[in-house]
Each structure stands twice: as C-alpha cells, then as structure tokens.
C-alpha cells in the first residue's frame, strides 16, 4: 500500500507564494505518475498539475498555468507544487495523488489509486 502525506499548506496574501510538498512511501515512487488536486468550498476537486513518471513533461489547468510548478524528486519520493501569484480563487485543500495506470496526460480522478490526506491553502486578499 503507497501512503502520501501532503505539507506546506497554509495562509498566504493574494499575491504571495507557497510551496507544496508530497512524501509517499510504501510503493516505487518512481513507477507513479503523479498529480495534485484541489477541493475548493462548494466544489468538485479538480486536477491541478500532473508529472509523468521520469518527471519530464508536465501537465496544469488552464486555471494555474504560468503560476503554478509541480516537480518531482524520485531519489526523495516527493512531489511538489510551487505556487506563485495566489489569488483568492485557489483558496482549497490541496491532494497529492498517485496512478500506476497513467503514462501522459492528467487523467481522470478514478485512474488515480492511492491519495493523501489533504493539506489547506487559503489565500487572504
């Protein structure tokens, strides 16, 4: 069983930066793609941001690109969000997410397999 355990959420001025971090264990980080999710009040989650399995292609939402970086250390088994220019609108709690099944693209919620438990960012205006 892969275990994810998300950190670094917390309250941010719109405008301001935070950075995200996803340790798993339990599985081969490496044979994972990864992706981060996002659950706003009211809201379905919705993806975020996606790496492949190697870490060299990415993937966002319209609504976080240009702000938004995920990136990966297989030899930490961590994932990571940086998040820069916050608005108030990516006030949410923020899920890790791993697929075995996923080569590219970002996939849908139910071809991920293992999530973490969550972490919140709000950002104040």
């Known amino acids: 069983q892969v275990q994810l355990v998300e950190s670094g959420g917390g309250l941010v001025q719109a405008g301001g930066s935070l950075r995200l971090s996803c340790a798993a264990s339990g599985g081969t980080f490496s044979s994972y793609f990864m992706g981060w999710f996002r659950q706003a009040p009211g809201k379905e989650r919705e993806f975020a941001a996606g790496?492949?399995?190697?870490?060299?292609?990415?993937y966002y939402a319209d609504s976080v690109k240009g702000r938004f970086t995920i990136s990966r250390d297989n030899a930490k088994n961590t994932v990571y969000l940086e998040m820069n220019s916050l608005k108030s609108e990516d006030t949410a709690v923020y899920y890790c997410a791993a697929s075995s099944t996923i080569l590219y693209g970002t996939g849908a919620r139910n071809q991920y397999q293992y999530w973490g438990q969550g972490t919140q960012v709000t950002v104040s205006s």
């Open positions: 790496i492949i399995r190697s870490g060299v292609r990415t």
